[in-house]
């Protein structure tokens, strides 16, 4: 069972000795397992993780995630028309545009160990900018996603796209207002309320 099972799924749970709570800014990197150290941070930047192992519990992340926030009548914002064919069971109402849309929902290229962000580029966004984008999102990754640092992740989409590399490489990072860190992959994007689910494909 990886550690997003032990953290997230069945089976009695074992806390970490880390806590994001407990990280300074200059304090050493996490010398951890890839899924755990973005578990850490990805929580540490305030966003909203639900792991999953199979399709009836992503199903079900899904139908809780409406719920909880009362979407059930709310347009749902999608580029991607395959996570659209994919989720066309859920009931969910897609639309071709942000600008009556509650939810951008959306795939991604990778999840960052090294920071808990997340990388999406232009198969995810087009044209679009993050401003222009609804505040809520909610990102379906698997965990063959996982990469230990951005130049990884840069370097994998050079690789996977050879000589059509996808333009607006972007990272989300700011799950919460009041975080303020910026790097140069993530600067000038506005904060997301943000739920990742994660699919164990592993």
Same mark, same amino acid.
């Given at each position: 069972?990886? &550690? ?31 899924? !755990?150290?973005?578990? &850490? ?11 999953? #192992?199979?399709?009836?519990?992503? $199903? ?9 926030? #009362? ?23 897609? $639309? ?20 808990? $962000? ?8 087009? !044209?679009?900018?993050?401003? !222009?984008?609804? !505040? ?20 994998? &989409? ?10 607006? &490489? ?20 506005? $904060? ?11």
């Amino acid at each position: 069972m990886s &550690i997003f099972g032990k953290l997230f799924g069945g089976g009695k749970k074992k806390s970490s000795d880390y806590s994001e709570k407990n990280r300074g800014v200059h304090m050493p990197e996490l010398d951890l397992p890839i899924d !755990e150290k973005f578990t &850490i941070y990805f929580k540490k930047n305030g966003g909203k993780f639900l792991y999953c #192992d199979s399709s009836a519990e992503v $199903s079900s992340a899904i139908q809780n995630i409406v719920m909880e926030n #009362d979407w059930g009548n709310s347009f749902f914002f999608s580029i991607d028309p395959r996570l659209e064919e994919k989720f066309s069971n859920e009931h969910i109402k897609f $639309s071709n545009s942000p600008k009556n849309s509650t939810v951008f929902f959306t795939t991604c290229e990778h999840l960052i160990a090294q920071n808990g $962000s997340i990388l999406i580029s232009s198969n995810q966004l087009k !044209e679009k900018k993050m401003n !222009e984008l609804p !505040e809520n999102f909610i990102v379906y990754a698997t965990t063959s996603q996982l990469t230990p640092s951005l130049g990884d992740g840069l370097k994998s &989409i050079k690789n996977k796209y050879q000589g059509s590399i996808p333009a607006n &490489i972007t990272t989300i990072k700011h799950f919460q207002s009041n975080i303020k860190e910026e790097d140069f992959l993530s600067y000038g994007s506005s $904060s997301k309320n943000l739920y990742l689910i994660l699919m164990e494909d592993l």
